[in-house]
């Protein structure tokens, strides 16, 4: 059972360069979210999406873009990269659950470096 | 300022002694306040907190909500050294979408 995986675990990038953040989750989750971590910042939310075809944003949206075609699938865009973007982003989802009482899953990261 | 403020954040501990964790956080459409720990990886989930005064307990660790006073603790009785982590506390508000606002965690190292 993969659970969250996160692709690549690590990635470098120069100041400008353009990439995508793979996330895919195989338990049916509906609800799909991208934070990043930064030292004594905690986690901070990027986007999230409720169900495919539906995106907004979180708390730091800027500089990033998402899609969420299929259920599984949550990539995450970076389309200028900044060295303010050097973190360590977490991919996380949780099960539909009007209750709220599902908590969300997360991913193992990916650490970005850009200089 | 912080909606999730935790503390202290960070804490050294011998092997065996009992740690206590702290956890306030705003009132604002509360839903429920979670813990997670996080080793070197994903953070993973410990506990759901969403009524005041009901302990919840999974072996050496327990939590509690105070919904008046608006704060959480995360007991940890026997610390072992595997208990080393970053413990992260999070607040679930808001009506419609689910949004986690964490706290900056607490580092917590525990030594042989």
Redesign the interface.
Known sequence: NAGVTQTPKFQVLKTGQSMTLQCAQDMNHEYMSWYRQDPGMGLRLIHYSVGAGITDQGEVPNGYNVSRSTTEDFPLRLLSAAPSQTSVYFCASRARDSSYNSPLHFGNGTRLTVT | EDK?VQSPLSLVVHEGDTVTLNCSYEVTNF??L?W?KQEK?????LF?L?SSGIEKKSGRLSSILDKKELFSILNITATQTGDSAIY?C?Q?SGAG?????????TKLSVIP
Request: charged fraction near 10%; glycine fraction near 8%; proline fraction near 4%.
């Open positions: 999730v839903r429920s979670l997670y990886k994903a953070p993973t989930f759901m969403t992260l999070a679930h979408s689910y949004q986690l606002t964490f706290g900056k965690g």
